[in-house]
């Protein structure tokens, strides 16, 4: 982990993080690895591409974030606030992410497999080519959900709300 990073996102405000990030055009990998960033507010943070394996994202506030790329493997993301954040590309191989919302958020061709998602609220999310093979989905809403494409290989989706959702069940 970079200190540096750390504190400048954990000191705030959010916006002065985006400025930096913007001003930066995306050069420094931003490497929050193994960091504690529990219960805080980073609604519509830019952490596009940023390296956030192992991080404890519990509680923590993402809407409207911007992390196109992200690297969460085996992150801890229960309770997680992610409504309309944009995770396209991102990988999430491992994570733990029961009882986190991720409503409309936009998960294309991310990769989720092996990870615990138990009771996550998927609504009108978009998991276009998403791999959540080998993923526990039991009880998850995934409530009109545009399936096809999704990789599904042994996904557990005992419970899981499917109601108005296009279903295609693809190999892994």
């Known amino acids: 982990m970079n200190d540096k990073h750390y504190k400048m996102l954990i000191d705030g405000p959010v916006s002065r993080w985006n400025a930096w990030r913007e001003f930066d055009g995306g050069l420094t990998q931003i490497d929050l690895r193994n960091a504690d960033l529990s219960g ?8 596009n591409e940023a390296l956030l394996c ?9 809407h409207r974030a911007r992390l196109r790329g992200a690297d969460l493997f085996n992150a801890d993301l229960r ?12 990988v999430l191989t491992g994570v733990i992410a029961d009882d ?23 609504s009108r999310a978009n998991l276009w080519g998403a791999n959540l093979s080998k993923a526990n989905l039991s009880g998850a809403d995934l409530r009109e959900i545009d399936l096809r494409r999704t990789k599904l290989h042994e996904a557990n989706l005992d ?11 693809t190999g892994g």
Request: proline content about 0%; aromatic content about 4%.
């Open 54 to 62: 192992y991080a404890n994202l519990t509680r923590t506030h993402l």
């Open 159 to 169: 419970k899981a709300n499917l109601d108005g959702a296009i279903f295609v069940v």
């Open 100 to 122: 986190a919302d991720l409503s409309q958020a936009i998960l294309a061709v991310a990769v989720l497999r092996e990870s615990s998602l138990c009771r996550v609220k998927f």
């Open 40 to 47: 805080l507010d980073l609604s519509c943070a830019s952490l």
């Open 79 to 90: 309770e997680c606030d992610l409504t309309e954040a944009d995770l396209s590309g991102a």
